[in-house]
């Protein structure tokens, strides 16, 4: 079964710092040239990581192979119990482009009697879908604080992340409402359209942050997993 519409392709700079708190970088974007302002109130987002047994997701990351994916499910607000809207995310990256696809699951409870693959297979997803799906298994949990901010030309939106943790899944129920294993790093996100780079250069000029290539997916296999 063919995809009904192309899915738009968009870049993505990722950047970090331990140097600044969350007050400080928030206020390098908003006294940025490029005039940022809030686009969405600041909330916790929450993703359910999946890999292969022998983590080709993660490893094709590493080695910066051309077409990757990973694949998550994705939920806004509290960690546990009732989750309404619970979305199944996979992001495609070519060469220095991405796309994310995004598929509603039904609504269902985050606990210790979680079953992942339930929730997979109750979702209307297309039928070309379930062999990429059908090879992964959940990996990792991880959750952090988002902030929203768009430029004043609406061209370039930039997201900062903080109070990331991440939970290993599966094996010992109790995991799930373990304490986390916290990240002490900000992590900002400039994304922007295909056509607009010359302007994104500029911005990131002036961004006092470190590129950075690796996902927060990579960081969480890296702390829980030792890599």
Request: hydrophobic content about 40%; aromatic content about 12%; some cysteine.
């Amino acid at each position: 079964m063919a995809e009904s519409a192309p899915i738009p392709l968009r870049y993505e700079r990722k950047f970090v710092t331990w140097d600044l708190d969350v007050r400080e970088a928030e206020a390098v974007i908003r006294f940025h040239p490029a005039v940022f302002r809030e686009a969405f109130p600041p909330r916790f987002v929450n993703n359910l990581y999946f890999d292969t047994p022998s983590f080709d997701h993660y490893q094709a990351n590493l080695r910066g192979v051309a077409e990757r994916v990973k694949c998550r499910i994705r939920w806004y607000g509290e960690r546990l119990g009732p989750i309404a809207r619970p979305t199944l995310e996979l992001k495609r990256k070519r060469g220095l482009v991405g796309s994310k696809q995004g598929y509603a699951l039904q609504p269902f409870a985050f606990d210790e009697s979680f079953d992942a693959r339930g929730a997979i297979e109750k979702a209307e997803l297309p039928a070309w879908l379930a062999p990429e799906l059908a090879a992964l298994r959940p990996v990792l949990i991880n959750r952090y604080r988002r902030r929203y901010f768009l430029s004043r030309d609406g061209r370039y939106r930039l997201t900062l992340d903080s109070e990331l943790a991440f939970w290993p899944t599966g094996g010992v129920a109790n995991r799930l409402i373990a304490r986390g294993t916290g990240d002490p790093r900000l992590i900002v996100e400039l994304k922007f359209a295909i056509g607009d780079d010359v302007g994104a250069a500029r911005i990131a000029t002036r961004l006092p942050f470190r590129l950075s290539r690796n996902s927060k997916y990579v960081i969480g296999v890296d702390t829980l997993y030792g890599g």
